[in-house]
């Protein structure tokens, strides 16, 4: 019964391809993030979407595309991967009446 | 804008108490979270605090005060699991606005 699952767990992958991480969330929720975690820890927002619609977006470079097909749904595509954008992304979301965020498990992308 | 400031690390010995402070500084304010992250793992939600005063929920207890832009995560009976990072975050006006994390404050504990 995993509220918010992201998929894969691990990426590793060379500099210039282009790749995918999806996330789903069972809690019916109307809004999801996602989140850089970079190797200090510091967890930094990237965009948000209110059902399906981009609401923020973090001056992320626009290699980074994210996807809501429907509000369950938040997919990240990331185009001509460089060696920084290693780190663990997160998927979250929240709804109107839990105000906090739930975190998916993470993705660990590696750049090589 | 959002700021927010919380040490980078702190230790605490197995059995004691230890408050972990936060200082933020937001543009339309509705609520400060705090989350716990293990090393390796997501973070998880521990308290939400969106008026003036104290929060108690077992171990962990969340203080807030909206007129100074201070909080802080008060843990009791310290155990060895709680060595962790805790994150403070807060939250803009609007349900849907985003929730900014600080820097979090790693915590270890010792024997």
């Known amino acids: 019964d995993t509220a918010v699952s992201q998929t894969p767990k691990y990426l590793v992958t060379q500099m210039g391809n282009d790749k995918s991480i999806k996330c789903e969330q069972n809690l019916g929720h109307d809004t999801m993030y996602w989140y850089k975690q970079d190797s200090k820890k510091f967890l930094k927002i990237m965009f948000s979407?209110?059902?399906?619609?981009?609401?923020i977006n973090e001056t992320v470079p626009n290699r980074f595309s994210p996807k809501s097909p429907d509000k369950a749904h938040l997919n990240l595509h990331i185009n001509s991967l460089e060696l920084g954008d290693s780190a663990v992304y997160f998927c979250a979301s929240s709804g109107r009446a839990e105000p906090e965020a739930f975190f998916g498990q993470g993705t660990r992308l590696t750049v090589v | 804008g959002q700021n927010i400031d919380q040490p980078t690390e702190m230790t605490a010995t197995e059995g004691a108490i230890v408050q972990i402070n936060c200082t933020y500084q937001t543009s339309g304010f509705n609520g400060l979270f705090w989350y716990q992250q293990h090393a390796g793992e997501a973070p998880t939600f521990l308290s939400y605090?969106?008026?003036?005063g104290l929060e108690e929920k077992g171990r962990f207890s969340s203080f807030l005060s909206r007129s100074k832009g201070y909080s802080y995560l008060l843990l009791k009976e310290l155990q060895m699991k709680d060595s962790a990072s805790y994150l403070c975050a807060s939250r803009g006006y609007s349900s849907a606005s985003k929730i900014i994390f600080g820097s979090g404050t790693r915590l270890s504990i010792r024997p």
């Open positions: 605090n969106v008026l003036d």
């Open positions: 979407y209110n059902n399906k619609e981009l609401i």
